[in-house]
């Protein structure tokens, strides 16, 4: 008898987590794997951060945190948000929770109903489409192309939209492509929304500050569209602070204490010391961490420049993030040391196999064509890695 739901047995595993997994068992293994699979920054927490963090432990902060947050961390994100995105919140507003992760979930949770619709431009982040589905709500993908920087133009968004849409989730910059939405392609669709007024916008911008073209804009910066617009953002990428779980949004009040409702039956507040070291990180001016967006930008140079060099991949320039998304599909049909490419996740299990090197399959992210490549990864890696991957497909 099966003893597990359906909503479970439906439901997909995160492709990137999967990946990482299967690298770090071929690792115990003996094998030499390099891993660009994970979105994650391969710097530490800055040193100025991890003190406030041993100040907490120190000042004997080990309660219950407040559900939705210390009213001090509540008030260093009504700062940030008002410095960087001149966006004008207040306590009730926000909502702390353990990763942007879980503060998508809660919106989803809260939001929407069985048969709710869900606008996705692709591609999306890997675990968008499933946090829509564990809520009864109904995954629509818009699919962009390369030639479009991987960006959803306002008639496709038009044209996606029906009687059952609720919602429009999107990322800027984007995982997986670094694609940024500028003022204007916001604005755009944005117009197009003012024809449909029950339509609300998440707008995760958890790589806000990992940007290579400067001028960050916020779909909710637009005073027609604040009051249907949720902000996400935390500091897992920007302050190399992943494994801190702390995430946070922005939202009309209704919705973020809906947030707050459910969270408190789920997990409660987030952790008292990451919190503690997170009003540190947020109080602080971005240019603090300007040297991990300095390197990542050099990095992107030398990536590209190697992946042109392999025939048959195809890269748009990202503008954000730390990702390449190239098109690989040249390669289906093709038969590789004796094993024939069907698909990108058989490419990208062909590089594991073949180049030892992690990669992903652009199937998790909504675009069956490519593969997410991070080059959150020292630059010697990223030669080795690329070297391996030329060698692989010769």
């Known amino acids: 008898m099966n003893q597990l739901s359906d909503r479970i047995n439906s439901l997909s595993t995160s492709a990137t987590l999967a990946m990482a997994a299967k690298a770090r068992e071929l690792r115990e293994e003996g094998k030499d794997i390099i891993g660009l699979s994970l979105g994650e920054p391969d710097f530490n927490t800055p040193d100025f951060i991890k003190d406030a963090a041993k100040q907490a432990v120190d000042d004997n902060y ?103 849409t609720k919602m429009i989730w999107y990322s800027s910059p984007c995982n997986p492509s670094g694609s ?29 500050h990992i940007n290579f073209i400067g001028g960050h804009c916020s779909m909710a910066q637009f005073d027609d569209m604040f009051e249907r617009t949720i902000t996400v953002n935390g500091v897992s990428k920007a302050f190399a602070m992943t494994g801190w779980r702390i995430g946070y949004i922005g939202a009309p009040k209704t919705i973020a204490r809906a947030c707050n409702k459910i969270q408190g039956q789920v997990t409660s507040g987030a952790n008292c010391i990451a919190q503690r070291a997170v009003i540190t990180a947020l109080e602080a001016s971005p240019e603090k961490v300007q040297y991990m967006v300095d390197e990542f930008k050099v990095r992107r140079k030398l990536i590209l420049g190697l992946l042109s060099e392999i025939e048959g991949f195809s890269c748009n320039e990202p503008e954000g993030a730390f990702y390449v998304f190239p098109d690989i599909s040249s390669y289906f049909g093709k038969t590789l040391n004796g094993i024939t490419i069907n698909n990108a996740s058989e490419f990208a299990m062909y590089l594991l196999e073949h180049a030892n090197v992690a990669t992903v399959t652009g199937d998790a992210f909504g675009n069956p064509n490519c593969i997410r490549i991070s080059y959150a990864a020292s630059q010697d890696q990223i030669k080795e890695a690329v070297k391996r991957i030329t060698e692989a497909l010769d």
């Open 62 to 164: 080990n309660s219950y945190t407040p559900v939705d947050g210390y009213a001090e961390l509540k008030d260093a994100i009504i700062t940030k948000f008002k410095r960087d995105n001149q966006l004008e919140y207040n306590r009730q507003q926000i909502v702390v929770s353990t990763g942007a992760k879980q503060s998508l979930y809660n919106i989803a949770s809260v939001m929407l109903n069985d048969g709710d619709e869900v606008i996705l431009p692709c591609p999306y982040w890997v675990s968008y489409s499933d946090i829509v589905k564990l809520n009864g709500g109904v995954p629509v993908e818009v699919k962009t192309s390369i030639e479009d920087d991987f960006k959803m133009t306002p008639s496709q968004l038009e044209a996606a939209i029906t009687p059952k």
């Open 180 to 208: 940024v939405y500028s003022k204007t392609e916001l604005r755009a669709l944005a117009d197009v929304l003012q024809k449909h007024p029950n339509i609300y916008v998440v707008s995760d911008e958890i790589y806000e």
